[in-house]
């Protein structure tokens, strides 16, 4: 698989020439323009964060293990760990977070393809679930009524069929006919590389970012809010429409809601069928017997562990290219949502207070438009609303937007453009996208070697 990436520049460097003959041929203006692809080479990314104590370490490699594991019902199956299903989209962590390096995203190849009928499982795959496509997890916008909002996660498959599992029969939710209704929206894997410093980052740093630029924001049609924890104590940062606040509980519902895992946290099993509930609640917990940290631990807090210390991604040496990229994109006010770091606050772990965090985002929630609209709300977020996406590791990155409707840097530029409808308003980003589009040839082809090289 690696080795399919590392031709990827010298095959768009081809491909790149012959598209300028032809458009130059066909009308004499040069589109030549083009996403480099996937970065080749190490992976910048994947490696703990610097200065952690022996014992830190040691969690560190223990919540990469248990990222990895696959996790089986009971147990029984050699090598696993107990709590799949009854429901669920994946058998591991790494399964949907491993490109280009554990606690990333989306592969090359579909890891649903193969969570779909492991140890026997029966299930089909729904339409949208292809092997070269992103891993994808389902919401429904409304429940079966098509009037009360939903917009709950519907895991694609169930351990019905599997050999750990003979005695629950469940069935999949009717995706065919939610896609006929036109009630399903997706979500790809958001990478997890430097969260612990992101959760470094202090709320009173978002919000003065937030206020910096005023002028030039107002200017462009640019707002954004924080999405604040239900509480509304503090700023939640994690997620598409950043709707988690810590490593923590997003472990917590991922554990519980992508492969079914009750822990200390959320307690109860989704699906309560009888036959299906094969274990005790919660299925991850504290073990009081352990002997050290990482034993006593339950997998959900060693896993938190393990992304809070990942370090972040670590970008390509910058060349002209890149630097004019960089330029233009401050330029043409991509940084003003792309806000390029933050210098996180005092931490209590070495490795992750006052440090530089070049994530390029605001982590607010921006208007994007009916075009990316998934109308479902989360917390402060509406219909409409998404985290800036952060930048960091895009260089190495697959699949683009909250759906991950394209591969193309170029194409997701111009996905950010959308004229309201009444439903929703503009797309703060359409004046910057113009903006965008009125740079030279050489100028747009800069920035996208610059996101090339995070
Ligand atoms: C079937 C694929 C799949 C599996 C398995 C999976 N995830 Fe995810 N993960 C996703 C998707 C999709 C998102 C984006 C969700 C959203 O924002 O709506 C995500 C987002 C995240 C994020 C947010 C990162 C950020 O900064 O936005 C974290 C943290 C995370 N997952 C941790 C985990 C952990 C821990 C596990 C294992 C217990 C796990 N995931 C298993 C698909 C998966
Ligand atoms: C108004 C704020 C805003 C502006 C301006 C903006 N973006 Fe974004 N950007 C976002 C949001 C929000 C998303 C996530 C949207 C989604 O997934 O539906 C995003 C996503 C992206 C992504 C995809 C990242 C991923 O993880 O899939 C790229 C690449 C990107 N932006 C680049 C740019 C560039 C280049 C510019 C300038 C031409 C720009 N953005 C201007 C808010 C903005």
Redesign the pocket.
Known sequence: MKSAFSNTRLRAAGTATVAILASLLLSGIAHAQKDPGVRGGNPGAGGAVTGLSPSQQQIFSVGNQ??TQITSVTGSITGTRKGLGPR??????????TQPAIGG??PTLN??IK?ANYAHATNSLPSFVTPDGP???A?FIYLDDGVTPDGS?HD?FTITGRTDAKSCNITQPDFAGNLARNNVI???????F??GL?ETIQDASIIANMNANAARKQGLGIGGHPNYTADGNTIS????????PS?LT??A???N???G?TNELLTVERDETPGCVLNGTPEDHTNFAGKSASQVQS??AN??M??RFLDQPTPAPPTQSTQNGEKQFKAVGCVLCHTESFTTGPSSVPGLGRVVTKLYSDLLVHHMGPGLADN?V?GSAGGDEF?SA?LWGLGQRIFFM?DGRTTDLLQAIQDHFSTGNGKYPDSEANQVVNGFNGLSPQDQQDVLNFLRSL
Request: proline letters at 6%; hydrophobic letters at 40%; a positive charge.
């Open positions: 248990l990222y669920y989209n994946g058998i591991n962590c790494s399964g949907c977070h995203s989306s890891p649903e969570a891993a994808l997890i919401r996660v694609l997706f979500r790809i894997p958001t990478p997890t430097g969260m992101v940062r994690f997620g598409w429409k950043a709707q988690d490593s997003f472990t519902e991922a554990h809601t992508e492969m895992v997998a959900t896993i938190a393990f992304m479902i989360q985290r952060p909250h």
